[in-house]
């Protein structure tokens, strides 16, 4: 697989993860939060690993359902993708 695939992944998934702990911090201070269309943006571009971690890493929308369900349904989409795109390339 191209080395730029790869480095796109590791990007928006080091975005991904960065952001859930933004996230977080913001919501313990009760600050201006990142907004839940951005967080699913970055996952649904790729970052889905960097989502699901920092979701497990932060206890971060592990009470929402959307979240709980919709990031590890995504990042093994994604998983699918990558083995598919393999083995193709």
Known sequence: MGGIFIWYLVAVNAVALIQM?????????EEWRISEKQLWIVTLIGGSLGSYLGMKWFRHKTKHTAFVIGVPVTLIAHCFLVVFLAMKY
């Open 21 to 29: 702990q933004q996230d977080k911090s913001r919501a313990v201070k």
